[in-house]
């Protein structure tokens, strides 16, 4: 069992003074479904100039085996892309075993260690900015959804229906999630940013799977739907619902839509098949 020096906190409220209550960091909450690529987004706000930004992370999972199933990303965008040398791994909790790289290689981070992804794990951020006079100004990335991140975290969920966390914890003193403020000539005052986790659900939810005009009834305009797709080069009709593993074309849940799946829409619009015995069942073809 991983053990931790300090509670998670969910909201960081408290230690906010008023003063300081535009500062905020918010992880984004998403469904996804079963072993699909997620990504999430992490706001700042900010309402003084920054010279760096300190982000622990607790991953833990609510459901067990709803988790983390393979490497974890992260990389500065937006404000931050252009102010930070890159958020680099500065300490983790467990000790890793072996220097195995776990993190993903590219642009704006680093990363260093090995993890298991066995609930719960930590890790520390650090993102100090390029130049001593250089400043993140004060502005903010707005809130999910609809708006730019300027942190985005990228990994691969688990096949297990449920939910885990993206949460801060206080793993020493100097490494409690906090924004650097030099603004004033020869001081550096650490804020405390009120904190938002995220959620993440796992799951399957297909609202129109084999209905791509999603009306609930089967007719030729679904017909023509797929014979689009198949033929024509239209794009695959994504299901509204995000927690769904395929396209609303893709009736028989091999990831293509084809000649077969014209022909079964053809066979419950004009020939009275029933649909659930032509159509597979997308939630128990998931992985």
């Known amino acids: 069992m991983k053990r931790f020096t300090c509670l998670a906190m969910g909201i960081l409220a408290t230690a906010v003074s008023a003063g300081w209550a ?5 992880i984004e909450s998403k469904a996804a479904p079963r072993g699909a690529r997620v990504q999430l987004g992490i706001y700042v706000t900010n309402d003084v100039p920054l010279s760096g930004i300190v982000l622990p992370l607790e991953i833990r999972s609510v459901t067990p085996g709803s988790y983390i199933a393979d490497t974890f990303c992260l990389e500065a965008a937006h404000r931050l892309d252009s102010f930070l040398t890159g958020f680099v791994v500065v ?3 467990p000790s890793p075993d072996n220097t195995a790289s776990w993190m993903c290689q590219g642009r704006g981070y680093a990363g260093r260690g090995a993890i298991d992804f066995n609930s719960p794990d930590a890790v520390i951020y650090a993102g100090m900015l390029s130049g001593d006079d250089d400043v993140l100004p004060p502005g903010t990335d707005g809130a999910p959804p609809g708006s730019t991140p300027s942190v985005e975290l990228t990994f691969n969920v688990t096949a297990t229906d449920g939910t885990f966390e993206i949460d801060t914890t206080c793993i020493t003193y100097n490494n409690h999630i906090q924004f650097a403020d030099d603004s004033e000539p020869g001081t550096v005052v650490g804020i405390v940013p009120a904190f938002t986790k995220g959620v993440v659900t796992i799951g399957c939810a297909c609202d129109c799977h084999g ?3 999603c009306d609930h009834v089967h007719t030729i305009l679904d017909l023509n739907k797929v014979i689009g797709v198949a033929f024509r080069g239209d794009p695959p009709v994504i299901d509204p619902n995000p927690m769904c ?3 609303d074309t893709g009736v028989n849940c091999d990831g293509v839509t084809t000649v077969i799946d014209v022909g079964k829409m053809r066979n419950v619009v004009f020939m009275g098949a029933n649909p659930e015995t032509e159509f597979c069942e997308p939630c128990a073809s998931a992985p």
């Open 22 to 26: 535009a500062n905020s960091v918010v």
């Open 91 to 93: 300490d983790y909790l």
């Open 211 to 213: 209905d791509p005009v």
């Open 245 to 247: 593993p395929y396209t």
